[in-house]
């Protein structure tokens, strides 16, 4: 009975410990760091050029591609730490390997990936592609459209196709530009 008594009280602790990290960590990621912040300083869009159909299709062509790319990992075994298809992924190491196939470099860290690519708004506002994040920014998959995205889930499952009402922790979502 006595190491059942321990192993509970170990694992209060870390949770209590993962807790007090999200915590200061929701606030940090959108704020850039000093070092981040000439990556993320851009030239504005011209309005023309975001209400021209030739961009919207181009960010539309993006998302969809993202979405078909990672579509190849479904099946891939969940890996704590993972980044590559051949050791398995865990759910910020799925989206991390497949977006820098498009070019853009993300941290290994879903809280991190909250500092990059632009807010999207509410639900209603999701395009394939989008990042979106669950549970206090503790989770990150890569939406495929009509309530649905590609995420490594935990340990003992697989990369699959979840739905957005499986998580009742939505948290928010982030969009990136084609190249």
Known sequence: MRPIRLL??????????????????????????????AQLVRR?????????????????????SVVSYARQFIGTPYSWGGTTPRTGFDCSGLVRFVYRRF??????????DLAHGHGVGGRR?????????????????????????????HSGARVQ????????????ARRFRAN
């Not at 070019?103 to 991190?112: E, F, M, T």
């Not at 196709?161 to 928010?172: K, L, P, Q, V």
């Open 125 to 153: 506002r999701l395009r394939p592609g989008d990042l979106v994040f669950f549970y206090g920014a503790s989770h990150v998959g890569i939406y495929v459209g009509h309530g649905r995205f590609i995420d490594a889930p």
């Open 8 to 37: 509970i009280l170990l694992l209060a602790v870390v949770l209590a410990l993962g807790l007090a990290l999200v915590q200061p960590l929701q606030g940090r990621a959108t704020r850039p760091t000093k070092r981040h912040a």
């Open 103 to 112: 070019g853009i470099r993300l941290p290994h860290s879903s809280w991190a």
């Open 161 to 172: 196709i979840s739905t957005m009402n499986a998580y009742s922790g939505y948290y928010g």
């Open 44 to 64: 504005p869009v011209p309005l023309r050029q975001l209400l021209s159909v030739s961009h919207v299709n181009r960010q539309r062509r993006f998302g969809l």
